[in-house]
């Protein structure tokens, strides 16, 4: 099945910066979830969207389900050294299939 | 605690031996699902499973068995007959598979190599 696609796939940026990473999908998705990955781990939920336009914060991030429901962003504020590590997006539509991106790998520089 | 548990965490099996990991979940969730990782990748579904004695195929069946004999069980068998079976292995539940309640909630991961 068709995965989302997911950018950047990577990001190098300075401790106290804030982040931007999208996922964008062909198909119309009714739930859009952002994960974080440790690596070795499994990945955490961070934050789950139900409806086109909203906007959810959990802290310093900030997620949005787009108008279209065919994209979602997320956003990281004053980035820290802890933030490090993958995060995934992944949407779900009606016959309850979830799809996944690539992720985005996240390094934050002291 | 509330959770999903795999084990091992490491697992090491040489080419034609079939494997068993374990994912066992305490959070009372209907539905239960296997993933494989691969670098650069996004995760793809391996089996999932709704309710207890039922299970469907996913993306890449192909290799793999499961059973659920029991709501807080969904082992995966990696068979012989899984072509690359070298991969980091996730399970994952949720309330439901309905997507209203799909909020997913992964265990920590097994890492499989085969020698």
Same mark, same amino acid.
């Given at each position: 099945?068709?995965? *989302?696609?997911?950018?950047?796939?990577?990001?190098?940026?300075?401790?106290?910066? $804030?982040?931007?990473?999208?996922?964008?999908?062909?198909? &119309?998705?009714?739930?859009?979830?952002?994960?974080?990955?440790?690596?070795?781990?499994?990945?955490?939920?961070?934050?789950? *969207?139900?409806?086109? !336009?909203?906007?959810?914060?959990? !802290?310093?991030?900030?997620?949005?389900?787009? &108008?279209?429901?065919?994209?979602?962003?997320?956003?990281?504020?004053?980035?820290?050294?802890?933030?490090?590590? &993958?995060?995934?997006?992944? !949407?779900?539509?009606?016959?309850? $299939?979830?799809?996944?991106?690539?992720?985005?790998? *996240?390094?934050?520089?002291? | 605690?509330?959770?999903?548990?795999?084990?091992?965490?490491?697992?090491?099996?040489?080419?034609? %031996?079939?494997?068993?990991?374990?994912?066992?979940? =305490?959070? =009372?969730?209907?539905?239960?699902?296997?993933?494989?990782?691969?670098?650069?990748?996004?995760?793809?579904?391996?089996?999932?499973? %709704?309710?207890?004695?039922?299970? %469907?195929?996913?993306?890449?069946?192909?290799?793999?068995?499961?059973?659920?004999?029991?709501?807080?069980?969904?082992?995966?068998?990696?068979?012989?007959?899984?072509? =690359?079976?070298?991969?980091?292995?996730?399970?994952?539940?949720?309330?439901?598979?309905?997507?209203?309640? =799909?909020?997913?909630?992964?265990?920590?991961?097994?890492?499989?190599?085969?020698?």
């Amino acid at each position: 099945g068709q995965q *989302l696609n997911q950018s950047p796939q990577s990001m190098f940026i300075q401790e106290g910066e $804030d982040v931007s990473m999208n996922c964008t999908s062909s198909s &119309i998705f009714n739930t859009w979830l952002w994960y974080k990955q440790d690596p070795g781990e499994g990945p955490v939920l961070l934050i789950a *969207l139900y409806k086109a !336009g909203e906007l959810t914060s959990n !802290g310093r991030l900030t997620a949005q389900f787009g &108008i279209t429901r065919k994209d979602s962003f997320l956003n990281i504020s004053a980035s820290i050294p802890s933030d490090v590590g &993958i995060y995934f997006c992944a !949407g779900h539509s009606n016959n309850n $299939d979830m799809r996944f991106g690539a992720g985005t790998r *996240l390094t934050v520089k002291p | 605690d509330g959770g999903i548990t795999q084990s091992p965490k490491y697992l090491f099996r040489k080419e034609g %031996q079939n494997v068993t990991l374990s994912c066992e979940q =305490n959070l =009372n969730h209907d539905a239960m699902y296997w993933y494989r990782q691969d670098p650069g990748q996004g995760l793809r579904l391996i089996y999932y499973s %709704q309710i207890v004695n039922d299970f %469907q195929k996913g993306d890449i069946a192909e290799g793999y068995s499961v059973s659920r004999e029991k709501k807080e069980s969904f082992p995966l068998t990696v068979t012989s007959a899984q072509k =690359n079976p070298t991969a980091f292995y996730l399970c994952a539940s949720s309330t439901s598979s309905h997507w209203e309640l =799909n909020e997913q909630f992964f265990g920590p991961g097994t890492r499989l190599t085969v020698l």
